[in-house]
């Protein structure tokens, strides 16, 4: 795929809950950047940053969560020069309600307590319509009943009357879809979109947001913890464990030829016909707690390939090929040979 546009950069991301105990770090350091069109799956295990990544982007994270000092979120929707991007993590509130929801739109996780219980579907899209658009409300009605329609929901006239209480989950679910791409935004943030839904309204979601992304030219960055999901819809992929990315490559490079052990250790426990009645793999011991995280590999404890010096320092990012660098020691002495066979090349 071609590589378009810059529409996010994010540098040096880190995200601490301050207790009682200490500084949780959520988020300790994150690095990547989104493109035009392009799909971004974020995927890890429960706990490692996700969702509070994603919450980060639209200033969404409150007390007693802390956007540290020196993080960067670029964002660069609506902006011909990089450098004349507007930074997330320090905008004003004003300057976020412009970009939240118009520029930047969200599916959250839980389509039926992210709905206002106490007004209709209808009610709900047609505010954000005018919250951010100088339109009359009959126009806002008539867009919401296109946009219902247009994410597959049938008599669309009439379920816009409807309360979400009405409303199956994966009605629900499109309902939050038509809302998010009301204002027809140029980054959509989907929080685990298929969660609690059955496998045919997944596959229908999914090829939904697809559909879209194709007809609005929306970037989409996918949070999920399944891979399935990830082969089927991203264009790259962000491997995070422990507040960090620990690998990003390409959705093809990455299945094909994953480098750090964690990401290994995923595609091992992704069940297929050829591991049937088998023990599916697993990945030995637990996550770090984010108040103790260790001084060096976050990974350490667990890595099958684990060395001294993973417990003293953290690894930076090696280059394996366009677009794909991985965060591990295990690859630092072929970064330093590719480097050369790019500059022989060249």
């Known amino acids: 795929m071609s590589i378009n546009k810059k529409i996010l950069r994010v540098e040096d991301l880190r995200v601490y809950f301050h207790t009682k ?25 429960s706990g490692c940053g996700k969702s509070v990544t994603a919450m980060s982007i639209l200033g969404l994270v409150s007390e007693p969560g802390e956007i540290m000092p020196g993080s960067k979120i670029i964002y ?3 902006v011909d020069k990089p450098e004349d991007g507007l930074n997330l993590a320090t905008a004003t509130d004003e300057q976020l ?18 709905l206002n219980p106490v007004f209709t579907v209808g009610d709900q899209i047609i505010e954000n319509i005018t919250i951010h658009e100088s339109v009359s409300k009959e126009e806002a009605r008539k867009r919401a009943i296109d946009l219902l329609g247009q994410v597959g929901i049938s008599r669309p006239e009439s379920i816009i009357d409807n ?4 409303l199956s989950g994966g009605m629900c679910q499109r309902v939050m879809i038509a809302m998010a791409l009301s204002c027809n935004p140029k980054l959509l943030i989907a929080d685990e979109p298929t969660t609690a839904l059955d496998v045919t309204i997944q596959a229908q979601i999914l090829t939904l947001m697809n559909q879209l992304k194709e007809k609005f030219g929306t970037s989409i960055m996918l949070i999920t913890h399944d891979l399935g999901v990830v082969a089927q819809v991203a264009d790259h992929v962000n491997v995070m464990y422990a507040g960090k990315v620990v690998e990003t490559a390409p959705v093809g490079e990455l299945f094909k030829n994953p480098k750090h052990p964690y990401t290994v250790g995923l595609m091992h426990s992704m069940p297929s016909l050829a591991t049937e009645g088998e023990r599916l793999a697993v990945i030995k011991g637990t996550v770090p707690n984010p108040l103790y995280l260790p001084k060096g590999c976050h990974f350490a404890d667990r890595c099958p390939h684990v060395m001294p010096i993973c ?14 660098r991985v965060w591990c020691f295990l690859y630092e002495q072929e970064e330093v040979v590719q480097e050369e066979i790019v500059e022989v090349e060249a």
């Open 97 to 114: 309600r412009d970009v939240r929801g118009n520029e930047i739109s969200m599916i959250f996780q839980e389509p039926m307590t992210s």
């Open 311 to 324: 417990r003293e320092k953290q690894p930076k990012a090696t280059k394996i090929a366009s677009r794909h």
């Open 163 to 166: 309360y979400p209480f009405q």
């Open 21 to 45: 105990k200490g500084d949780s770090k959520a988020v300790d350091g994150n690095h990547f950047t989104m493109y035009e069109n392009e799909t971004l799956a974020i995927v890890g295990e």
């Open 76 to 78: 660069m929707g609506n």
